[in-house]
């Protein structure tokens, strides 16, 4: 296992952990989109990993979406994460 899997994995465990992961869309900033970001490379999507939800991320999150027949919002709600961490 490379450093940016295990950083994804322990990214992945503590947001599987936490209470309620967080509503992201266009605009956010922080932990939380940079863990998104790593999850979506991780699915295919060469986007960088900046903690910034800017029009790369919210594309990569609609193609995401489309591709596993969510609603295709570019937000990233519960649904968007549980297919996301599966």
């Known amino acids: 296992m490379d450093a940016e899997t295990s950083a994804n994995d322990i990214s992945t465990m503590q947001l599987?952990?936490?209470s309620s992961l967080?509503?992201?869309r266009f605009g956010d900033?922080?932990?939380s989109?940079?863990?998104l970001q790593r999850l979506l490379r991780t699915n295919g999507?060469?986007?960088s990993i900046d903690g910034s939800f800017g029009a790369l991320t919210e594309s990569?999150?609609?193609a995401f979406q489309?591709?596993?027949g969510l609603a295709v919002d570019g937000i990233v709600g519960t649904?968007?994460?549980n297919e996301l961490t599966r």
Do not use: E, K, M
């Open 16 to 18: 599987q952990a936490s």
């Open 22 to 24: 967080p509503t992201l």
């Open 29 to 31: 900033f922080g932990q």
């Open 33 to 35: 989109v940079r863990v």
């Open 45 to 47: 999507y060469p986007i």
């Open 60 to 62: 990569a999150v609609r």
């Open 66 to 68: 489309s591709r596993r």
């Open 79 to 81: 649904r968007t994460w």
